[in-house]
T-cell receptor, first 111, second 116 residues
């Protein structure tokens, strides 16, 4: 089983601070997605990255796919309480049955 | 347009009991999935379906069975529940298979199952 390790596991910050969440693996992925999950709900897709070195921005969120396609990062600028949730990465390698979800980063933004 | 719905939302079973979780989607998606989510483990794929009448095993299929008799429904069965199956179960659906095209999986709200 391929492993996608996310760090940190938990993060509690004040509103307005910046943060970075990491998603790392020893495996190469053909594509990688980031999801946000709020309590009592299912994950919701934020972004998909497919090219090594690719950077995508979604308002205050910046996603980067590593050059070797083994890792990814999510950077949030000026975090807001609405950013609170569980952030999950998911990588695909060798077909859909090889999709692996990361262990998750639980983010709390305090007003 | 309800998206993906799951029933029930909560359930407590005793070891050895059986139950069926129902997932329904109204987006006419071909592909449907069942995951379980455990603390520190992320989401793990149990079974998936690429169309009506077809199912396939995922990463952790043991102890579970599935059926897709109608395109809009995907059922997950536990024939003899075990404490190791205590988890939150999520159903998802998508228009196509795989992540590379940016294809989004739409998730239901989850079913919290406790097996005592």
């Amino acid at each position: 089983t391929q492993l996608l390790e996310q760090s940190p596991q938990f993060l509690s910050i004040q509103e307005g601070e910046n943060l970075t969440v990491y998603c790392n693996s020893s495996s190469v992925f053909s594509s990688l997605q980031w999801y946000r999950q709020e309590p009592g709900e299912g994950p919701v897709l934020l972004v998909t990255v497919v090219t090594g070195g690719e950077v995508k921005k979604l308002k205050r969120l910046t996603f980067q796919f590593g050059d070797a396609r083994k890792d990814s990062s999510l950077h949030i600028t000026a975090a807001q309480p609405g950013d609170t949730g569980l952030y999950l990465c998911a990588g695909e390698s060798g077909g859909y049955q090889k999709v692996t979800f990361g262990t998750g980063t639980k983010l709390q933004v305090i007003p | 347009n309800a998206g993906v719905t799951q029933t029930p939302k909560f359930r407590v079973l005793k070891t050895g009991q059986s139950m069926t979780l129902l997932c329904a989607q109204d987006m006419n998606h071909e592909y449907m999935y069942w995951y379980r989510q455990d603390p520190g483990m992320g989401l793990r794929l149990i079974h998936y379906s690429v169309g009506e009448g077809t199912t396939a095993k995922g990463e952790v299929p043991d102890g579970y069975n599935v059926s897709r008799l109608k395109k809009q429904n995907f059922l997950l069965g536990l024939e003899s529940a075990a404490p190791s199956q205590t988890s939150v179960y999520f159903c998802a659906s998508s228009y196509s298979l795989g992540l590379a095209g940016g294809e989004e999986q739409y998730f239901g709200p989850g079913t919290r199952l406790t097996v005592t």
